[in-house]
């Protein structure tokens, strides 16, 4: 047996190290190309997701360019609708019965299943729950003929169809409905009434929503308006100041503006047309505007029923003071609310109304002066401690007094206009006292 000297052993040690190490150094390099191949192909494809989505992103941006628009009006669509199913479940207004009846309307569905677009979803904003609106019939005073006359024309028929299945043609709701007169006596107030006792879907449609800078949106627009209203019938479209959206056409009109008329129109007269169950669709226009003569005549065509909303005559002008002051303090032996009534003549409720509000703050104006003249803290004062108002107060202020007195010559002078006058009493006041004496004579 041969064996290996000391020399040999170590040569062979030495020869066995030299081979390991250079087997882990092929290792180790054949482990750094396979890393560059995966650091490459990972960097080739993060680099081909993000232009992916870049290229995406641009594209849908070129596609629609008000996306996030859209997308909000979507989920704020939703919840409006929400509230609207919510109204209706819980019921509200003269039609409720007929609201809750899948079988008087068979185009209705629950707006959990609707399924908008992206204009219906623009449109859906301007939907107006019922509990959402604050003013009812018995908030309107001095227009109980009217009201009684758009309950059985236009609520009943839009509500409760059943009523008049027997001759459904000639009974159903008119197709639209304008209220005219002078600004300030009601019409929006009605309006709005109208929508919160009927507990019908009610679109509240302002110029702006049909307003869209690229071209033929409006038009889409308008036809989502009529596809929403639809689908949540009853509906009624409220279109305030409707002689500025739907005027006199004219020849030099911009092309726009009259394609969006044209399309109002047509898709108005197709109102007309049944629905899956052979019924006229449920859907009323309702306008108001203190400019009939501006409003074109194929849009008067379209809205039958015109109800004229006049300034008040006396026993209106008593009514309307009774409902404004019914929760505010007077002081009964210097207050005559007949007197101011008389003396509001031509006035509209709106103008009532601000010299209601004026003459609401002169007992809290001259209460605060008198305490600022005592030296008295601001924070140490009483409310119930201000007087009522008493018929002085109509006529302390500039802004609200001189108007009265104003009108009231006027009145006298000019009895064509203001016709209730003639048969009052000439009222004069004397302010000269707190107790605002009231002196009558004999016209």
């Known amino acids: 047996m041969y064996f290996f000297g000391p020399f040999e052993q170590a040569q062979m040690l030495l020869s066995w190290l030299k081979d ?61 609708l929400s509230r609207l199913r919510k109204s209706r479940e819980t019921g509200n ?12 309307n068979g185009d209705q569905r629950g707006s959990e299943d609707l399924v908008l677009n992206e204009y219906e979803n623009i449109v859906a904003l301007e939907v107006v729950a019922p509990e959402d609106i604050p003013v009812g019939f018995d908030d309107i005073g001095g227009l109980d003929d009217i009201i009684e006359e758009v309950k059985e024309s236009v609520i009943y028929p839009l509500t409760m169809p059943h009523l008049y299945s027997h001759a459904a043609p000639l009974l159903s709701a008119p197709s639209g409905v304008l209220l005219y007169g002078p600004p300030g006596c009601g019409k929006t107030m009605l309006a709005k009434a109208v929508a919160r006792e009927s507990g019908a879907s009610f679109i509240n449609l302002h110029i702006s929503t049909l307003t869209e800078k690229w071209y033929g949106d409006s038009n889409k627009l308008v036809r989502a308006v009529f596809s929403l209203a639809r689908k949540l019938q009853p509906t009624i479209i409220f279109i305030d100041e409707i002689d500025a959206v739907l005027g006199t056409r004219r020849s030099g009109e911009h092309e726009a503006s009259g394609m969006v008329k044209a399309e109002f129109m047509t898709l108005w007269d197709g109102l007309t047309s049944a629905n899956t169950r052979g019924l006229p669709a449920r859907i009323v226009v309702l306008g108001a505007t203190n400019r009939i003569h501006d409003i074109d005549e194929a849009i008067l065509r379209r809205m039958p029923k015109k109800f004229p909303v006049s300034l008040p005559d006396k026993a209106q002008r008593l009514r309307i003071l009774q409902l404004l002051l019914k929760d505010t303090k007077t002081e009964p032996d210097y207050f005559n609310m007949e007197y101011i009534a008389r003396i509001t003549a031509g006035m509209s409720g709106s103008d009532i109304k601000e010299a209601c509000r004026d003459a609401a703050m002169a007992p809290v104006r001259e209460y605060i002066r008198e305490q600022r003249a005592s030296g008295n803290a601001m924070s140490s004062i009483d409310p119930t401690k201000v007087r009522g108002i008493r018929t002085e107060d109509f006529f302390g202020r500039k802004g609200g007094g001189q108007i009265l007195m104003q009108n009231h010559s006027r009145a006298k002078s000019s009895s064509d206009e203001y016709e209730d006058v003639e048969d009052e009493e000439e009222v004069t006041v004397d302010t000269s006292t707190s107790a605002a004496k009231v002196t009558e004579q004999s016209a």
């Open 93 to 104: 207004g003269e039609g409720d019965e007929a609201l809750g009846d899948s079988s008087a």
């Open 20 to 80: 390991t190490f250079t087997m882990v150094d092929r290792k180790r390099k054949g482990a750094d190309y396979l890393w560059d191949v995966v650091l490459l192909l990972g960097s080739a494809g993060l680099a081909w997701y993000l232009t992916k989505s870049a290229l995406t992103s641009l594209q849908g941006t070129l596609a629609d360019p008000d996306k996030e628009k859209h997308e909000q009006a979507r989920i704020r669509a939703k919840a409006n």
